[in-house]
């Protein structure tokens, strides 16, 4: 079966400009999470969505970050007025999201983002 | 908040021989998970082998074992048998379900080299 997608892989913008970031999670996977992992660091928290719903938003940095998931299972992350301190490879991981223990995270390949 | 401190930020080993990466936490929950991911140059984290902290017994996965210290918040991983493949940088992760989200807290990492 397929993993986790994420398009573009790579990504490169101009200070100021609105990108878009996608994620294909596993088939069933119902939770979704989004990290950035800038050079030479781990990979933090953004958001996580279970279902629809983003259930923890608390790692979003500032109002200029926002993510949707629509239908349950595509999420788009959306960083709008884009600036330099952006530059990352963002990260979408997918579990079962079963209640009652933590699932194990599959990771997609990362979005590599350069603001210019 | 959780933190999770990874103090070797750099290791090498010979192909065949036994190295062990080191990780300490700090929490305050009772209940909670423990991983090691490794991230080849590929970008793609794959998850190692997880520990349930409830679990005294360590966890094994073929050539990879944790020494798990609960008291002492600490979490090694042991790598048997080094092999070119395992070339990687390697990340310890916390998670519980408090508050219902999953996220992993990650480390800085660990690049681990395997020499021929």
């Known amino acids: 079966g397929a993993g986790v997608s994420q398009t573009p892989s790579n990504k490169v913008t101009e200070k100021g400009k609105y990108v878009e970031l996608r994620c294909d999670p596993i088939?069933?996977?119902?939770?979704l999470y989004w990290y950035r992992q800038s050079l030479g660091q781990g990979p933090e928290f953004l958001i996580y969505f279970q279902g629809t719903g983003a259930a923890d938003d608390s790692g979003l940095p500032n109002d200029r970050f926002f993510a949707v998931r629509p239908e349950g299972s595509v999420s788009t992350l959306k960083i709008q007025r884009t600036e330099r301190g952006d530059s990352a490879v963002y990260l979408c991981a997918s579990s079962l999201g079963t209640s009652g223990g933590t699932d194990t995270q599959y990771f997609g390949p990362g979005t590599r983002l350069t603001v210019l | 908040a959780q933190t999770v401190t990874q103090s070797q930020p750099e290791m090498s080993v010979q192909e065949a021989e036994t190295v062990t990466l080191s990780c300490t936490y700090d929490t305050s929950e009772s209940n909670y998970y423990l991983f090691w991911y490794k991230q080849p140059p590929s970008r793609q984290m794959i998850l190692v082998i997880r520990q349930e902290a409830y679990k005294q017994q360590n966890a094994t996965e073929n050539r990879f074992s944790v020494n798990f210290q609960k008291a002492a918040k600490s979490f090694s991983l042991k790598i048997s048998d080094s092999q070119l493949g395992d070339t990687a940088m390697y990340f310890c992760?916390?998670?519980?379900?408090?508050?219902?989200?999953?996220?992993?807290?990650f480390g800085k990492g660990t690049k681990l080299t395997v020499n021929p």
């Open positions: 992760a916390f998670s519980n379900t408090q508050g219902g989200s999953e996220k992993l807290v």
């Open positions: 088939s069933g996977h119902t939770a």
